[in-house]
């Protein structure tokens, strides 16, 4: 990725010292061609910026002595851009001789342009000094003249200073805060859509996961029973027994296949036809379940009357995967479910036999302790799961108040 430049300092060029040498832009080579053929053509019509006589005082009266400050302008126009500082102090050495001659306007506007460019491309700090220095410069030729000569004539002086220095000073500060002002909305503008970007990956992300919990809630504990069931209907050889685990397992697919629908009328954003989430007024339901599937489980406490709704699924979903996981892995033996409300929490606590390990009655993806640990999470509440004298014990604390979810 490439490094950014300070807004007010974005048309400055590396260093040439760093970088090797830089040609000139074309742009200023337009402007040094055209200033030189432009110069050359007042030289040769013998329109000069002081023509000579009686009332001008030339000190170098020479025929060819314009084109020397001419030619040295025009090769500091090829400068204005990559070194403005150079170019616009040469490009005042020159302007001063050519005082010393007869003169050509040429030279005049190309040092204004010198003067522009030297704001505009410069340093931040030249571009805070020079425009001040140019007011008091043109302050300066103003009183000056005005107090030794006495004479109104006198206020051309500080005017012709002030519009071949102050003029263009300030209008090179002016573009130079234009051009800062537009790079500072652009970056503005770029990061306000990496953030924007930024924010709907994350989204994307959040629901994503939030889906997968999902899909992974519902699915494990009906698929595990039905796995489990149809394993003992295959194993063992009494109609009995087959016909009990065939009616479990249609129980449980038919639960699946409902779980489903909900799930995929969420996707659709079909409303009208969405099942309301599981909360935990249906825990009863579950338990029994439960029990259908083989699992010697009971509710010791039952749930608070009311609970806001994201509490409710995670709570739910959590003491579901618990119940599913005791299905697969738990050793024989009773599971308890106790639901405790105390100080604005719920803790839910899920205990089964634990023993040594043994290969699991089905497969399982090994995603539940993680999505029971993002639920908790993501309502602000904390999780743990593990082992505690013979008993693998599932805890969760979740609070009841909005503040403290997240």
């Known amino acids: 990725m490439q490094p950014r430049t300070h807004p007010g300092n974005q048309a400055r060029p590396p260093s040439p010292l760093l970088d090797g040498p830089m040609r000139p832009h074309r742009d200023d080579v337009r402007i040094a061609a055209a200033g030189m053929a432009g110069g050359l053509l007042l030289w040769t019509a013998g329109l ?92 300066l030729a103003t009183i ?97 027994t087959s ?53 010697d489980v009971a509710l010791t406490a039952p749930p608070p009357a009311t609970l806001p709704a994201p509490i409710g699924l995670a709570a739910y979903r959590i003491v579901q995967e618990s119940l599913t996981n005791a299905l697969k892995h738990a050793a024989p033996g009773p599971v308890t479910v106790t639901l405790h409300h105390r100080d604005a929490h719920l803790e839910v606590t899920v205990t089964s036999p634990y023993g040594a390990p043994e290969p699991p009655r089905a497969p399982g993806s090994g995603a539940g302790l993680i999505g029971m640990r993002e639920r908790a999470t993501l309502v602000g509440g904390t999780f743990d799961a593990g082992p505690a004298h013979g008993s693998w014990t599932v805890r969760a604390v979740l609070p009841l108040t909005e503040g403290e979810s997240q």
């Open 48 to 139: 000069f910026a002081r023509p000579g006589g009686d009332n001008t005082i030339v000190l170098w009266d020479g025929v060819w002595a314009p084109l020397l400050p001419l030619a040295a302008m025009s090769s500091c126009a090829l400068l204005r851009r990559n070194h403005p500082g150079t170019a616009v102090l040469t490009g005042t050495a020159m302007l001063i001789l050519d005082t010393v001659t007869r003169g050509s306007v040429v030279t005049v506007l190309l040092y204004t342009d010198l003067v522009y460019a030297s704001v505009l491309y410069g340093t931040p700090a030249a571009a805070r000094r020079i425009p001040p220095l140019t007011a008091y410069l043109t302050l």
């Open 144 to 240: 000056v003249p005005l107090a030794l000569l006495r004479r109104p004539e006198a206020l051309l002086i500080g005017f012709a200073i002030g519009l071949v220095t102050l003029t263009p000073a300030t209008t090179g500060a002016i573009v130079r805060n234009h051009r800062a002002a537009a790079e500072t909305a652009r970056l503005r503008a770029e990061q306000t859509a990496l953030l924007a970007e930024f924010d709907r990956t994350q989204a994307v992300t959040a629901e994503r996961a939030r889906m997968a919990r999902e899909l992974h809630d519902l699915v494990a504990n009906h698929l595990s029973a039905i796995a489990i069931h149809s394993t003992a209907a295959l194993s063992i050889d009494d109609p009995d």
């Open 243 to 295: 016909k009990q685990a065939l009616s479990v397992i249609r129980e449980n697919s038919v639960e699946g296949l409902s779980e489903m629908r909900r799930l995929i009328g969420i996707l659709r954003k079909d409303t009208d036809d969405v099942e309301p989430a599981p909360t935990l007024d249906s825990l009863t339901s579950l338990i029994d379940t439960a029990k259908a599937n083989g699992l």
